[in-house]
Nanobody, 130 residues
Framework: VQLVESGGGLVQAGGSLRLSCKASGFTFDEGAIGWFRQAPGKEREGVAC????????YYAETVKGRFTISTDTAKNTVYLELNTLKPEDSAVYYC????????????????????????WGKGTLVTVSS
């Protein structure tokens, strides 16, 4: 399984980015995928998680209304649209996936926890300047 993120970069506050995560050896038929971020000196944060079985999404309060997670199953790619970016959104963003039975239910239960996910990309850096 390989997950490869792209789309990070430097953007001014208020701007937008779209992150992509191309998966190989892993499909989005049943399971869950998520985007996580980690800033220097801070704990990893679950930003958005999606149950691929039924499309139910969870968003962290810090990004709700600004970020959108979506998939293109034909391309086996998951996206994270980042809008109205703030300097505090600066971090390395990772995508993660898992196809364990029941993983989708964790998203329904309001959990977006990295420890639940087995497959990880190497991350893409997002820097938001003020």
């Amino acid at each position: 399984v390989q997950l490869v993120e792209s789309g990070g970069g430097l953007v001014q506050a208020g701007g937008s980015l779209r992150l992509s995560c191309k998966a190989s050896g892993f499909t989005f038929d049943e399971g869950a995928i998520g985007w996580f971020r980690q800033a220097p000196g801070k704990e990893r944060e679950g930003v958005a998680c999606l149950s691929t079985t039924d499309g139910h999404a969870y968003y962290a309060e810090t990004v709700k209304g600004r970020f959108t997670i979506s998939t293109d199953t034909a391309k086996n790619t998951v996206y994270l649209e980042l809008n109205t970016l703030k300097p505090e959104d600066s971090a390395v963003y990772y995508c993660a996936g898992d196809d364990s039975p029941g993983i989708g239910r964790t998203v329904h239960a309001g959990f977006c926890i990295g420890e639940y996910y087995d497959y990880w990309g190497k991350g893409t850096l997002v820097t938001v300047s003020s």
